[in-house]
């Protein structure tokens, strides 16, 4: 079955969209499946429900435009067609929860199976920056796409612009795969958290917070994608995991919006100078307790990448600090014939005393940023292994690690680095 949501009254206008829409994709799904196209102008609507067998298919010059109202992304709780259990949705901002107020988004679906969005050249979806006072942080609204206990999911081709909270969240899913999508603005572009089998290829993330993110994640590949982020480009956790020709760059063209102020925030601004443009890492480990995590996380691979300005490489703090990094510590980390330059903090490798980490950096360069010369390469604890090996050192003046506890360390083939012996409290 393929549909025009113009045959079931949807009009350019004023006006939303919303039951116009979802009657034309609930169509699709009783039919047995087929695609609900969006034609050339701009759609505003509410929330929208995804279900199995569908493809949402925006022409080029589509415009789907989200309301700046977040209670019109609500609807799916009164869903008869496939009705919900919303009976724990007391604490809103739970994100383990698919019903909570959190995972409210423009695009959403929950247990379907064999769906796609798909975009032609200059098609987009616009989250307008929607306010939402009850969301996370007291401002942020809903998600472009959110999907949970989904299977056999295809993302191509459109471009996101001011997603109110994450452009992509997807949780417990299986089979995902991404390929040409930009999103401009708003906070993460692509969110996976207990997904299985992910494809994220020839991607660009211009965003005001991380590019890349999600923890409890198995067989990831991230290939060929541009991130240009105002946080982490990855901010990442999971076990076969490889990131491979890659670039990055700061300063971001959209800075974080939690700096606004909440006047700001209310009026939609997509961020200031005011905010933070800086790239905070290249890749940042992620273990907090929203899941558990089912396999050792490790065998992460990045290689052939290039970031610039960033201000550090890695950072792992398993120190019981911070809450993105409790759950489960990382067993091993490679980067191979990466080109980082314009570090300005140390690396942190600090693992579980239980179950310590292996980093290993190969053929690749790190170069200081001109105020940061006399920086420490990294910080050292509860490690097992650290490999330097053909590693090109530039800006640092006294290259070292401060070695916190103990472990092996093996540099071959590099610039001399020192090893410094640190306070281990």
């Known amino acids: 079955m393929n549909v025009s949501i113009s045959d079931y009254g949807a009009y350019i206008g004023g006006d939303l969209q919303t039951a116009a829409i979802q009657q034309a994709l609930d169509a699709v799904f009783l039919a047995g499946g087929g695609t609900v196209r969006i034609p050339r102008g701009i759609w505003r609507t509410g929330g929208l429900r995804l279900r199995s067998n569908t493809t949402l298919y925006l022409e080029t010059g589509a415009i789907l435009e989200g309301s700046r109202d977040p209670?019109?992304?609500?609807?799916?709780?009164?869903?008869?067609?496939?009705?919900?259990?919303?009976?724990?949705?007391?604490?809103?901002?739970?994100?383990?929860?698919?019903?909570?107020?959190?995972?409210?988004?423009?695009?959403?679906?929950?247990?379907?199976?064999?769906?796609?969005?798909?975009?032609?050249?200059?098609?987009?979806?616009?989250?307008?920056?929607?306010?939402?006072?009850?969301?996370?942080?007291?401002?942020?609204?809903?998600?472009?796409?959110?999907?949970?206990?989904?299977?056999?999911?295809?993302?191509?081709?459109?471009?996101?612009?001011?997603?109110?909270?994450?452009?992509?969240?997807?949780?417990?899913?299986?089979?995902?795969?991404?390929?040409?999508?930009?999103?401009?603005?708003?906070?993460?572009?692509?969110?996976?958290?207990?997904?299985?089998?992910?494809?994220?290829?020839?991607?660009?993330?211009?965003?005001?917070?991380?590019g890349v993110a999600g923890f409890d994640n198995y067989d990831v590949t991230v290939r060929r994608c541009l991130f240009n982020t105002a946080c982490s480009a990855l901010r990442f956790g999971g076990t076969k995991v490889l990131v491979e020709d890659c670039r990055g760059w700061a300063p971001a063209a959209f800075g974080f919006r939690g700096d606004l102020s909440q006047e700001q925030k209310a009026a939609g601004v997509q961020a200031n100078e005011g905010c933070r443009h800086n790239t905070l890492n290249v890749f940042l480990y992620y273990c907090d307790f929203r899941a558990e995590i089912r396999h050792t996380p490790g065998d992460i691979v990045i290689r052939n990448c290039t970031f610039e300005n960033a201000d550090n490489l890695f950072d792992l703090c398993f120190n019981g600090k911070d809450c993105w990094c409790l759950n489960r510590s990382l067993a091993d980390i490679t980067f191979e014939n990466c080109r980082v330059t314009g570090l300005c903090r140390p690396m942190t490798v600090w693992g579980d005393e239980e179950e310590r980490i292996t980093l290993r950096v190969k053929d690749s360069l790190l170069a200081a940023r001109e105020d940061s010369a006399d920086i420490a390469l990294a910080q050292l604890k509860n490690f097992d292994r650290i490999e330097f090996e053909r590693v090109t050192i530039e800006g640092f003046r006294d290259p070292h690690f401060v070695r916190l506890s103990e472990g092996e360390i093996c540099v071959e083939g590099c610039t001399p680095i020192r090893v410094q012996a640190g306070d281990p409290q």
């Open 71 to 210: 209670e019109q992304y609500l609807a799916f709780l009164e869903d008869t067609l496939e009705p919900v259990d919303a009976a724990a949705t007391a604490d809103q901002q739970r994100s383990v929860d698919p019903c909570s107020r959190w995972n409210n988004a423009l695009i959403r679906a929950i247990d379907a199976e064999d769906i796609a969005i798909i975009g032609e050249p200059g098609s987009y979806i616009n989250g307008m920056n929607c306010f939402d006072p009850s969301g996370e942080e007291e401002y942020r609204g809903p998600h472009a796409i959110n999907m949970q206990r989904c299977k056999n999911i295809r993302l191509e081709g459109y471009t996101i612009y001011s997603s109110s909270n994450w452009a992509h969240a997807i949780f417990i899913a299986e089979d995902i795969t991404i390929r040409h999508v930009t999103v401009y603005g708003g906070h993460d572009g692509f969110d996976v958290r207990t997904c299985d089998r992910v494809l994220v290829e020839d991607c660009a993330f211009y965003t005001g917070d991380d």
